[in-house]
């Protein structure tokens, strides 16, 4: 069974946009993916979800390939407070339930 | 929306002895899951309910592990027997599933850290 693949750690300055790239080969037809953001001792926030093309909220933008067998998650302009783990996630069972995580993205945003 | 909610954040208990977590998800919300994570790494499946029904269970939920969910609200989590690889954060999280859609975000609480002495 095929994880996801993301970055181990990246490094950022306030005000940068950070993309960072998540592989997902064997992603189900059905299967959305997901973003989490989580810091020490808080459970994972729901960051955004797509199925395909582009989707957009008020804290970042996903973009996945026509393929969907990655995902890029773009934060505009980190500040400090950003500085957490990322995760990429999708199900890969066929009922869309369980939700298996990898190791995530520890992103530090430095001033 | 107060979010889920868990209780207790901290628990520190002796090897051997049995502890139960509750969690209390989003009003509403009809499937709750429960997942465990160790330090420096995701979040593992262990359970997931939908209403009173606990419809998957994951290998890593060995036999002193139950979860209930007795009126579709709120769950508990009980291990009997802790052992020292029970030590772990153990995180609960709800969702709003619609029969025409599987996927609906997870909303997690801020879990419950377990150290066995």
């Known amino acids: 069974l095929a994880k996801t693949t993301q970055p181990i750690s990246m490094d950022s300055y306030e005000g940068q946009e950070v993309n960072i790239t998540c592989s997902h080969n064997n992603i189900a037809t059905n299967d959305y993916i997901t973003w989490y953001q989580q810091f020490p001792s808080q459970g994972p926030r729901f960051i955004i979800q797509?199925?395909?093309t582009k989707v957009t909220n008020e804290v970042a933008s996903l973009f996945i390939p026509a393929d969907r067998k990655s995902s890029t998650l773009s934060l505009p302009r980190v500040s400090l407070s950003d500085t957490a783990v990322y995760y990429c996630l999708v199900a890969f069972d066929n009922a869309g339930n369980m939700l298996t995580f990898g190791g995530g993205t520890r992103l530090m945003v430095k001033p | 929306d107060t979010g889920v909610s868990q209780d207790p954040r901290h628990k520190i208990t002796k090897r051997g002895q049995n502890v139960t977590f509750r969690c209390d998800p989003i009003?509403?919300?009809?499937?709750l899951y429960w997942y465990r994570q160790t330090l420096g790494q995701g979040p593992e499946f262990l359970t997931y309910f939908q209403n009173e029904a606990q419809l998957e269970k994951s290998r890593l939920l060995s036999d002193r592990f139950s979860a209930e969910r007795p009126k579709g609200s709120f769950s508990t989590l009980e291990i009997q027997r802790t052992e020292q690889g029970d030590s772990a954060m153990y995180l609960c999280?709800?969702?709003?599933?619609?029969?025409?859609?599987?996927?609906?975000?997870?909303?997690f609480g801020d879990g419950t850290r377990l150290s066995i002495l």
């Open positions: 999280a709800s969702s709003l599933e619609i029969a025409s859609s599987s996927n609906q975000p997870q909303h």
């Open positions: 797509g199925y395909k």
């Open positions: 009003s509403e919300h009809n499937r």
